[in-house]
């Protein structure tokens, strides 16, 4: 693919998510309806071209690669089944599991770079394990202390294994971006992973708390940071697959 092509496709990508990013959260806030669900379709479709347009321009076929794309693909199949019936628990099901998904296929990207540019590193770091159980931990607190909550078994399950997925994930992009630009790397691929996992974990945070308090439901401004980290987060992996892998 020629290069300003390239540039050209990327840039129009991201500028059509940042434009349907607020159409979208604009007509959410009622609820679900046909135009939100066309808007944000059309933002996941962006976050999931700026990566594909990277894997062809590219022709990076590391694995790395492939898991986020992988998983790019499995978060746009969540938010169409989050928003293709409104009150359906069984589609709402579906969107969560492969959100889920995707974020086990982030956390399989981020060691499958670690074995490529830091053979010598454990997969399994004690320090990382250590850090994800510490944030779930502190979350549950916080989460307990803030609302008085008297979880059942079966949520406070679905909350560990979540968080620590999450966590994980959220640990291991930053470690791995810190170690990349340490080695010399260039500062663009370690920052769009650090940052993207980042976001990630920021923003299913937030939406916890929307999910949990009924008084943060009409919050705007924190739905508004949901869904612009969510985008944002999505989209800044997507181009870590221009740097990250292809060597």
Same mark, same amino acid.
């Given at each position: ?35 939100? %669900? ?79 540019? %830091? ?129």
């Amino acid at each position: 693919m020629d290069k300003t092509l390239f540039i050209t496709l990327t840039i129009g990508a991201i500028v059509i998510e940042a434009v349907f990013t607020p159409f979208f959260l604009h007509y959410q806030r009622p609820g679900i309806c046909l135009k939100s %669900f066309i808007c944000k379709m059309i933002c996941a479709s962006m976050f999931l071209s700026v990566g594909l347009l990277a894997y062809f321009y590219t022709g990076n076929t590391s694995e790395f690669a492939k898991f986020i794309l992988i998983g790019l693909s499995s978060s746009w199949v969540g938010d169409l089944f989050l928003h293709v019936k409104q009150g359906s628990k069984v589609t709402f099901g579906i969107g969560m599991a492969f959100f889920a998904a995707a974020h086990v296929l982030y956390l399989v990207a981020y060691s499958k770079a670690t074995s490529l540019y %830091f053979p010598d590193n454990s997969l399994v770091a004690v320090p990382e394990i250590l850090s994800a159980i510490a944030i779930v931990a502190l979350l549950y607190i916080l989460f307990n202390k803030k609302w008085h909550f008297t979880f059942s078994a079966p949520v406070i399950a679905v909350f560990v294994v979540y968080g620590l997925i999450l966590a994980t994930m959220f640990v291991k992009a930053a470690s791995f971006g810190i170690q990349y630009i340490a080695a010399g790397k260039p500062v663009a691929g370690g920052l769009s992973l650090a940052f993207g996992g980042a976001l990630f974990f920021a923003s299913d945070i937030s939406l916890v708390t929307i999910m949990i308090d009924d008084k943060l439901k009409k919050n705007y401004r924190l739905k508004d940071f949901n869904i612009g980290s969510y985008f944002l987060a999505q989209t800044l992996l997507a181009i870590s697959v221009l740097f990250i892998g292809n060597i």
